[in-house]
């Protein structure tokens, strides 16, 4: 009997939280998705029939808020760490304001692409991929945002406890992948306009 209870706490290290699991899916799908929008963008591009244009200095600037936001967010999974409720308020409650920033700067930076007659447009591709590669990745901020805001409360509500990290530590894998997606998708765009 002792054999089996200590072969149970072996399969045990290697179970995954359910809830991780799904995180994990969600972002093998989106990978999935951004592959087949940049792919599409590679092959239709090679068709011809393709404007070359600025992109946005503001895509550059959100860039910089994405960055930061990543650093906030992985303080804050630090500081629940060792225990330090007022830092984890104070780093999730930055990632929340860069966050904000950086989805706010995108409506904006949609706005020069139009001042600079980049619409929506189905007569020129090159220019809907741009509106749809980074309106879709807006989409996954938005939810990434939500996420951080539920934390943030919770941790107002000294609800976040350090020997309870699952949530907090999700939070920070799906905002670091979509820091990360951000980064790839406007050095592809600056590289392929």
Request: glycine share 6%; aromatic share 18%; hydrophobic share 50%.
């Amino acid at each position: 009997m002792k054999d089996t209870t200590l072969n149970n706490i072996e399969d045990a290290n290697y179970i995954i939280n359910p809830k991780k699991f799904v995180l994990w899916l969600l972002i093998v799908a989106s990978i999935m998705l951004f592959a087949g929008f940049t792919s599409a963008y590679i092959v239709r591009r090679g068709e011809g029939n393709w404007e070359i244009f600025n992109l946005p200095s503001l895509f550059a600037v959100n860039t910089v808020f994405i960055i930061l936001s990543s650093i906030t967010m992985q303080l804050s999974v630090w500081a629940l760490k060792k225990n330090h409720l007022t830092q984890v308020k104070r780093f999730l409650g930055l990632t929340l304001a860069l966050g904000l920033a950086f989805c706010i700067g995108q409506f904006y930076a949609w706005g020069q692409l139009t001042a600079d007659n980049v619409f929506f447009a189905f007569s020129n591709p090159s220019n809907s991929f741009v509106y749809v590669i980074s309106g879709v990745h807006l989409f996954h901020v938005i939810g990434g945002v939500l996420f951080v805001l539920i934390q943030f409360i919770q941790s107002l509500r000294g609800k976040i406890q350090s020997h309870l990290p699952l949530y907090t530590g999700m939070c920070a894998t799906y905002w670091h992948f979509i820091g990360i997606l951000w980064i790839y998708l406007y050095i592809f765009l600056y590289l392929y306009r």
